[in-house]
């Protein structure tokens, strides 16, 4: 059995992948592949379909490895390549839809008392969210996008953007509101 090092120097393995060397596309996928899932994660609900966008991610990554130019973190650009693997795939399925009120939404920012949640309990709160809801959601709170970056992303517009987040927010702290009120006996 070959044993790889996993603390290779990730210039040198971007070279080498680059080359179509599998063995450092491989090493490449060992390191990021959990941090990718979860991205794909949070904008598909289904693991298996979550997996499937992850591994199409990786393969349009290796296919247009030789585009990453070391500016900037290789994460960073392996995650938008995922953010757009799974906007994608939720276009295909049609499943992505955004309410068309354009409504001014006044920026709030939403904050909980709630702890003792679990990854997966949040994670599956987030699930809940409506397609539209949980993609800006997501693309804003965890990813870190702009609202004009997601507008562009989505195809929507900036005021979109911000209506489907104010809307994210409120919902989920209604369910973390209801939460509150089961675990403490006061419903």
């Known amino acids: 059995m070959k044993v790889i090092q996993l603390h290779k120097n990730t210039k040198e393995l971007i070279t080498k992948a680059a080359k179509d060397n599998r063995e450092a596309q491989h090493v490449l996928y060992e390191i990021h ?3 990718m899932l979860s991205v794909c994660r949070y904008y598909i609900k289904d693991v298996q379909d979550a997996e499937e966008v992850m591994l199409n991610g990786f393969f349009k990554a290796f296919t247009n490895i030789k585009s990453f130019k070391n500016e900037g973190s290789f994460e960073g650009w392996l995650r938008r390549i995922m953010v757009r693997e799974a906007i994608s795939f939720l276009r295909k399925r ?3 839809e955004f309410p068309t009120e354009e409504e001014s939404m006044p920026q709030e920012h939403v904050y909980s008392t709630t702890s003792g ?5 949040i ?4 699930d809940e969210l409506p397609e539209g809801y949980r993609m800006v959601f997501v693309m804003y709170a965890i990813e870190g996008y702009k609202h004009h970056e997601i507008a562009e992303e989505l195809e929507i517009s900036e005021g979109t953007s ?3 987040l104010f809307k994210a927010r409120q919902m989920l702290q209604e369910k973390l509101n209801r939460l509150n009120n089961t675990s403490y006996g006061a419903n």
Not at 117 to 121: K, P, Q, R
Not at 123 to 126: A, E, H, P, R, V
């Open 94 to 96: 049609k499943s992505l």
């Open 123 to 126: 994670q599956q709160l987030i």
């Open 117 to 121: 949640l679990e990854v997966n309990d």
């Open 162 to 164: 911000k209506s489907q």
């Open 33 to 35: 592949a959990p941090k």
